[in-house]
T-cell receptor
Framework: DQQVKQNSPSLSVQEGRISILNCDYT??????FLWYKKYPAEGPTFLIS???IKDKNEDGRFTVFLNKSAKHLSLHIVPSQPGDSAVYFCAASASVVGSNYQLIWGAGTKLIIKP | DSGVTQTPKHLITATGQRVTLRCSPRSGDLSVYWYQQSLDQGLQFLIQYYNGEERAKGNILERFSAQQFPDLHSELNLSSLELGDSALYFC????????????????FGPGTRLTVT
């Protein structure tokens, strides 16, 4: 049972345009969401997060949007740059007793920025 | 640099052998997590320790075990190795204690690439 789903295994975007990566979740108890970026043979790097009390969080070129009613979040990268080519993971957590604040991970979306 | 260190970077060993992977968390972080990534697949959570105690188990095989020491570094022991255990093993750490939102953010080490021949 995949609680966090990234339905697009890959995405190709022209340099300078907007990249939109999507993530859906099924567990309504999730209240904290994170995006990680991963280059080959390196550990994932924390990118941006959002709490369920917000619907938007922005950090430079990266913005995460959360739609709780749809159980959907998205990561927008504007403008896209060649260095953004990587695998992006969505992760979620629930601050309930016994959760241990585990992160539930999506399968990842490979973003390719074309010059 | 995330501040999480892992050793060794690469490990090549034969089937049936036992290896130990080591992780030092970021300064001040109390939680350590171990993940396995096989052949460009997603991250599989193995186990979590918080301040020396096991807190959660994921898809960890019985042949695998881990511990966190008083100085907070952690070791992942893999025994009776099989070809299918070849993978990247990542350690991550997070600030604690649980109960604060910042505890969610995990910072990953560079990983140990294990090759079983």
């Amino acid at each position: 049972d995949q609680q966090v789903k990234q339905n697009s295994p890959s995405l190709s975007v022209q340099e300078g345009r907007i990249s939109i990566l999507n993530c859906d979740y099924t567990n309504s108890m999730f209240d904290y969401f994170l995006w990680y970026k991963k280059y080959p043979a390196e550990g994932p790097t924390f990118l941006i997060s959002i709490s369920s009390i917000k619907d938007k969080n922005e950090d430079g070129r990266f913005t995460v949007f959360l739609n709780k009613s749809a159980k959907h979040l998205s990561l927008h990268i504007v403008p896209s740059q060649p260095g953004d080519s990587a695998v992006y993971f969505c992760a979620a957590s629930a601050s309930v007793v016994g959760s241990n604040y585990q992160l539930i991970w999506g399968a990842g979306t490979k973003l390719i920025i074309k010059p | 640099d995330s501040g999480v260190t892992q050793t060794p970077k690469h490990l090549i060993t034969a089937t049936g052998q036992r290896v130990t992977l080591r992780c030092s968390p970021r300064s001040g972080d109390l939680s350590v997590y171990w993940y396995q990534q096989s052949l460009d697949q997603g991250l599989q959570f193995l186990i979590q320790y918080y301040n020396g105690e096991e807190r959660a188990k994921g898809n960890i095989l019985e042949r695998f075990s881990a511990q966190q020491f008083p100085d907070l570094h952690s070791e992942l022991n893999l025994s009776s190795l099989e070809l299918g255990d070849s993978a990247l093993y990542f350690c991550a750490s997070s600030a604690g204690p649980p109960g604060q939102g910042i505890a969610y953010e995990q910072y990953f080490g560079p990983g140990t690439r294990l090759t079983v021949t």
